[in-house]
């Protein structure tokens, strides 16, 4: 899918979950660029590298909008964050270990962040081990301890380790507005099932379009 390609799809996804999305949210959750920060979840070789069995293709479809975005919260001097999914050696994957029946280690060349996308000294990279990147992690008191109750959510796969940082970060009262083109998953029904769910309940689904508008303005 080019650019163009994208833009049109991302219009359409909007479309399809607008009857989710009530106008009380949409005036009540506003973008703020001084409260915000930006999560970038798991955009590793493990799923962007085509070599790998974990590939999933329309990753590279997004990598330009989380580039741009990661650039405008940069310019604006607004917090970074990645995560990176991997286990220690000795770690106990768990249900996910067993639900999957593949684990993907710390120091696997495919558990690291892809070149196009490398974090800058200084910001902050959390490996995690569950779907949520709250989950065992100091992500939460990082952000609060930068004074962010907002988070926009890009990265893969939108219905596993977005959604459920998605649902979590809800639970944990920040507002959560989420890349409908900077995310994605296996597939256009799982992205789109997972966009429907958070509108309705979650969180605030945004195009790149918007978001770099509302942080510029």
């Known amino acids: 899918m080019c650019a163009r390609e994208l833009i049109e799809k991302a219009r359409e996804w909007k479309e399809l979950v607008r009857p989710y999305l009530s106008d009380h949210r949409s005036l009540t959750h506003t973008l703020s ?9 798991d955009m590793q070789r493990y799923f962007l590298d085509s070599s790998s069995h974990a590939y999933v293709p329309a990753s590279s479809e997004i990598i330009d909008n989380v580039r741009a975005l990661i650039s405008a919260y940069r310019q604006m001097s607004r917090p970074v964050v990645f995560t990176r999914h991997a286990l220690l050696p000795d770690e106990d994957a768990g249900a996910m270990g067993r639900w999957w029946g593949d684990v993907l280690r710390e120091g696997d060349p495919l558990s690291e962040i892809v070149e196009a996308l490398r974090p800058l000294p200084g910001e902050t990279v959390l490996r ?3 779907y949520s990147a709250f989950a065992g992690t100091e992500l939460e008191n990082t952000l ?5 109750d907002q988070i926009s959510i890009t ?3 939108t219905h596993l380790c977005c959604e459920t940082t998605a649902r979590d ?3 944990r009262d ?4 989420f890349l409908i083109d900077g995310t994605a998953s296996r597939s256009e029904e799982l992205h789109v099932a997972a966009l ?3 509108a309705d309940g979650f969180a605030i ?13």
């Open 196 to 198: 429907k769910t958070l």
């Open 174 to 177: 920040f507002d959560v507005f």
């Open 128 to 130: 995690k081990s569950r």
């Open 155 to 157: 990265g893969v796969m």
């Open 33 to 41: 660029r001084d409260r915000s920060a930006l999560l970038v979840i």
């Open 144 to 148: 609060r301890e930068l004074g962010v």
């Open 169 to 171: 970060a809800f639970l």
């Open 205 to 217: 689904p945004a195009t790149t379009e918007e978001v770099l508008r509302w942080l510029r303005a």
